[in-house]
């Protein structure tokens, strides 16, 4: 599992498995500001969560930041 945070939008990303390149994912919404990524067989591929540090879920320590 790989986890990303972009500081510019406070967007925490967690991706649980890569697929390929074209591979159409379904999204679904658990809340107003966090989705879950599922691949054509519907497991789940990732997850996102809007205003990440916000919330107060954010591990600083335990993320990889994207360049804005």
Known sequence: MKRF???????????FRDV???????????????SLELDCDGYPVGLTIEFAKKRG???????????A
């Open 5 to 15: 945070y972009a500081k510019d939008t406070d967007t925490l990303m967690f991706v």
């Open 20 to 34: 390929s390149a074209g591979e159409e994912l379904d999204h679904v919404d658990l809340d107003d500001d966090t």
């Open 57 to 67: 879920i954010l591990p600083e320590h335990a993320t990889e930041q994207i360049p």
